[in-house]
């Protein structure tokens, strides 16, 4: 189980069965710059302290954001290879849905986009009735009432409680559980593999540079 949605750089190995999910060993690390850096060798910690070798996974799960352009990559980036790799299958979840769906009610997820926007969904007792989109607090302020959420997770809504003014409940990041309990029916049916398409709700911040001005003789 994969996710880079955040800047929390999260790795898994989940035991899945009908009706439990287990973790065998979590590897969370925080940092919004170093996800390329820290992804890899956590996958082979997780591994080597699970006990399970590469060869016996069954499926990689990995959260598909919305979150940034590059951190968000890396993150599918290295799912698809590691399944290419092993010749097992990858399923995607919406990363939103991982902090969502492990607060019961009511709940906003919220994530923070940068540019003072946050990513953010919402929930009723895990299930998505709204979203993903990418706002401003201000503007997700007013929507508050409509979407009828009582309380919010994740490290956006934490960032901007002031101005939601909901109770900040739950996890800042994904929770590693509640993205593989979501990918389990799929897993445990054996469900072709998914795409693992980015959500990023917007372009990257870098663009291509523009043509050169022509320049003529004065």
């Known amino acids: 189980m994969l996710d880079t949605a955040t800047p929390a750089v999260t790795a898994a190995v989940v035991r899945l069965g009908p009706g439990a999910?287990?973790?065998?060993?979590?590897?969370?690390?925080?940092?919004?710059?170093?996800?390329?850096?820290?992804?890899?060798?956590?996958?082979?910690?997780?591994?080597a302290e699970s006990g399970v070798p590469a060869g016996s996974l069954a499926?990689?799960?990995?959260?598909?954001?919305?979150?940034?352009?590059?951190?968000l990559r890396v993150g599918l980036v290295t799912a698809a290879a590691l399944a290419d790799a092993l010749g097992i299958p990858a399923y995607g979840v919406c990363?939103?849905?991982?902090?969502?769906?492990?607060?019961?009610?009511?709940?906003?997820?919220?994530?923070?986009?940068r540019r003072r926007e946050v990513y953010w969904a919402a929930y009723a007792d895990g299930r998505r009735v709204a979203g993903p989109e990418v706002s401003r607090p201000t503007d997700l302020a007013a929507l508050l009432?409509?979407?009828?959420v009582t309380?919010?997770?994740?490290?956006?809504a934490r960032q901007y409680a002031d101005v939601l003014g909901l109770p900040v409940t739950g996890p800042?990041?994904?929770?590693?559980?509640?993205?593989?309990?979501?990918a389990a029916p799929r897993v445990l049916a054996g469900a072709p593999a998914d795409p693992l398409t980015p959500l990023y709700l917007r372009r990257?911040?870098?663009?291509?540079?523009?043509?050169?001005?022509a320049v003529t003789p004065a």
């Open 95 to 113: 990363s939103l849905d991982g902090i969502g769906a492990a607060v019961p009610g009511r709940v906003l997820a919220a994530t923070d986009a």
């Open 172 to 182: 800042d990041a994904p929770d590693p559980l509640a993205l593989a309990s979501l």
């Open 21 to 47: 999910v287990e973790a065998l060993s979590v590897r969370v690390a925080a940092d919004p710059r170093r996800h390329g850096e820290l992804l890899a060798p956590q996958v082979a910690t997780v591994l």
């Open 204 to 213: 990257p911040d870098a663009v291509e540079p523009g043509r050169p001005k």
């Open 145 to 148: 009432a409509e979407l009828g």
């Open 151 to 156: 309380a919010a997770a994740g490290a956006g």
């Open 59 to 71: 499926a990689v799960v990995a959260g598909v954001g919305p979150g940034p352009f590059t951190g």
